[in-house]
């Protein structure tokens, strides 16, 4: 069992629409990442969160460290958000980083 | 001007070569990073250097070895090359543990 677990693998949306995406962890952590990696395969790193809620234009980040839980949402939904989200945890004990496998999400116009 | 940039971006060599992928960040970072992107999309640290000094040794073959010339190069050199070794190499830059991290545009190796 992965240490760090994304739903949906796959999501398919409608311009416009409201999305969640959602990240659950089994490690204590200290940080918590969401990256965004498009269809050319570039990488950037959206938030780093390790409480509360971050937001940044029509993406917010939500972290509930009780749960071990994560969501990131994306509000006005627009094809160019096609992409595939990972989320990643940095463990509180020694410098492990965990990775999730990632959701592609596709916006259709 | 690029933050954090690889060298080069595609590298095809055959089995049993060494080679190397360079990392460079102008951001004044002084943590960087390599991944490893397998093919089916699952991403992995590799190693993770603090001002010129190894922090993060994920269990990978002693066939990678980075070498941190100063705190703005990150370089990726691999011994013997083995087809398995074939997916997109990422090295990231971040100052200080708990900031974003910005990416570099990934090198894609094939072993053939």
């Known amino acids: 069992k992965n240490e760090v677990e994304q739903s949906p693998q796959n999501l398919t949306a409608q311009e416009g629409e409201f999305i969640t995406i959602n990240c659950s962890y089994s490690v204590g952590i200290s940080a918590l990442h969401w990256l965004q990696q498009h269809p050319g395969g570039g990488i950037v790193s959206l938030f780093m969160?390790?409480?509360g809620k971050k937001k940044h234009g029509r993406l917010i980040a939500t972290i509930n460290i009780q749960e071990k839980h994560s969501s990131l949402h994306i509000t006005a939904s627009h094809p160019r958000d096609s992409a595939v989200y990972i989320c990643a945890v940095r463990s509180n004990t020694g410098n492990q980083f965990y990775f999730g496998t990632g959701t592609s999400l596709t916006v259709i116009p | 001007d690029t933050a954090v940039s690889q060298t080069p971006k595609y590298l095809v060599t055959q089995m049993g070569n060494d080679k190397s992928i360079k990392c460079e960040q102008n951001l004044g970072h002084d943590t960087m990073y390599w991944y490893k992107q397998d093919s089916k999309k699952f991403l992995k640290i590799m190693f993770s250097?603090?001002?010129?000094?190894?922090?993060i040794n994920e269990t990978v073959p002693n066939r990678f070895s980075p070498k941190s010339p100063d705190k703005a190069h990150l370089n990726l050199h691999i011994n013997s090359l083995e087809l398995g070794d074939s997916a997109v190499y990422f090295c990231a830059s971040r100052f200080g543990p708990y900031t974003e991290a910005f990416f570099g545009q990934g090198t894609r190796l094939t072993v053939v």
């Open positions: 250097y603090n001002n010129k000094e190894l922090i």
């Open positions: 969160l390790s409480s």
